[in-house]
């Protein structure tokens, strides 16, 4: 029997050798990566960056708005200021000195990029300083030169003036990938040279218009903002600059601007001071499956064109309104929020061959691209008073022709207005009075007697795009008939 019992045990041991992943199997020791040596060369080129403002105060006895000035006075002896609680309180003053004082106005964290004393940092750490203090790990403080800042990619470039200091090497933030070990070094709540590490939870993720975020589950907090993302090498991809939060603190997820997005728009600011972006003049909206199969393009895919600045280099170049743009010079459109990236990399003066999607098919178009800082974008126009008139259609709205002078206002050929809206399918997809219909399908509209006319020709049952004109954008709305 015990033969038998101890045969049995071998046979169950190998099963559960098994089934155990050959991966597991090889390397039965899965060890967590050290930090202490990475840390130890990387923290002496990160810094502490303090940024201070000119006040005025009229204050004679420090008090607060509200409270008695004996409370006030306890608050102010035994908590200091500025006083907790108490959102931009100021600095006590002399009484009613009325001088500019300079006092403090945030904390937050750089690295320094080059050993001439270059430090890359955020642009809402330096913004609106009146002096910036850099203070390096052996505790030397400097003033340094703000070379410029970009608030879209929350980017800033200062100088202090020192030699042969230690800086960051810099990674490649293209190769970074999801689940690698990554640490952040900075200043939290002003505690210097404070380590977090964590893992990269994804790439690309879209927070704005200019920038696709590393996002990351490092601790990071008020003070982090401007220092440095590393990978397990030491090297810098990316500069820690926001948090999703609902208190104010760390909640588990965390952005960084990837390092060669940020360098890309460093080499601007410290050559130039700011940053100059291509712009094209138009206005982007959502693309959404139910779009895009009503449009034929099968699944989403392209910046869809809600509006078209008159008179600029889009309207020039013909794009309009309505259209999908598939790609921007070779360099293919696969959300609205590519486009701002691709165009802003663009130099001003560029001729771009642009493929757009219009009525059914996709045609090249060429643009110039303009600069950010020569062109303005449209005003909105009241809408002008509607024409006299209506009829009922299978859409279940009531429309009327459009004047001439509507016609103008709006930068529209045609189109009919919606003038009320029954219980019907236009209704329930978001139509509002006002709206004006200027296209369906791949057909334009000229008038209510052709609206009617292409509505009742419609199959029932297959969706299709409805071209809206609200305000200064056009929309597209699926709509199935009745």
Do not use: C
Not at 344 to 354: L, N, R, S
Not at 430 to 444: E, K, L, Q, S, T
Not at 461 to 469: E, G, L, Q, W
Request: charged share 20%.
């Amino acid at each position: 029997m015990k033969k038998y019992l101890i045969a049995l045990l071998a046979i169950l041991s190998l099963g559960q050798t098994a089934l155990i992943p050959n991966t597991f199997a090889q390397n039965p020791r899965v060890t967590l990566p050290d930090f202490a040596d990475l840390v130890e060369r990387a923290s002496p080129a990160v810094v502490n960056i303090r940024t201070t403002e000119k006040v005025v105060v009229q204050q004679s006895q420090g008090g607060i708005p509200g409270m008695p000035d004996d409370q006030a006075e306890f608050f102010r002896r035994f908590f200091g200021v500025p006083i907790p609680g108490i959102p931009n309180s100021p600095k006590q003053a002399q009484p009613n000195s009325g001088k500019p004082q300079e006092a403090d106005r945030g904390v937050g964290s750089g690295f320094i990029i080059e050993s001439n004393g270059l430090i890359l940092t955020n642009a809402h750490v330096v913004e609106g300083a009146t002096t910036i203090y850099v203070t390096l790990t052996d505790k030397r403080e400097f003033k340094a030169k703000l070379l410029g800042l970009d608030k879209r990619t929350d980017v800033a470039v200062v100088k202090i003036e020192a030699r042969d200091l230690p800086r960051l090497p810099l990674g490649d933030s293209s190769k970074v990938r999801v689940g690698e070990w990554v640490l952040a070094i900075g200043s939290p709540f002003g505690l210097e040279n404070t380590v977090t590490a964590g893992i990269v939870s994804a790439k690309s993720r879209d927070t704005g218009d200019y920038l696709p975020f590393i996002q990351t589950d490092v601790a990071v907090n008020p003070g982090n903002s401007g220092g440095p993302l590393l990978n397990t090498a030491g090297q810098a991809i990316g500069i820690n600059s926001q948090i999703f939060s609902r208190s104010g603190g760390y909640m588990g997820i965390s952005f960084a601007i990837p390092i060669d997005e940020a360098m890309r728009v460093a080499e601007q600011l410290r050559t130039n001071g700011k940053m100059t972006r291509g712009r094209i003049g138009v206005a982007l909206g959502e693309m959404t499956k139910e779009i895009a199969e009503s449009l034929g393009l099968g699944k989403p895919r392209g910046a869809y064109v809600r509006n078209v600045e008159s008179n600029g280099p889009a309207a020039v170049g013909g794009i309009e309104a309505g259209d999908v743009i598939l790609s921007f010079n070779s360099r293919e459109i696969n959300k609205s929020t590519d486009l701002p990236r691709v165009v802003g990399d663009t130099k001003p003066g560029t001729t771009a061959t642009v493929q757009v999607w219009r009525k059914g098919s996709s045609r090249d178009l060429t643009v110039t691209v303009a600069d950010t800082d020569t062109t303005q974008a449209a005003a909105k126009k009241p809408d002008a008073p509607a024409a006299s008139g209506n009829s009922a259609s299978a859409f279940g709205v009531a429309v009327v022709e459009l004047s001439d002078a509507k016609k103008k206002d709006l930068n529209i050929k045609g189109g009919v207005e919606v003038t009320s809206l029954g219980d019907g399918p236009l209704a329930k997809a978001g139509a509002r009075p006002g709206d004006v219909i200027v296209r369906i399908a791949d057909a334009d509209i000229t008038g209510v007697k052709q609206f009617e006319a292409l509505v009742k020709a419609l199959d029932a049952n297959k969706a299709v795009p409805v071209f809206i004109r609200r305000s200064d954008s056009t929309l597209v709305i699926p709509v199935k008939p009745k």
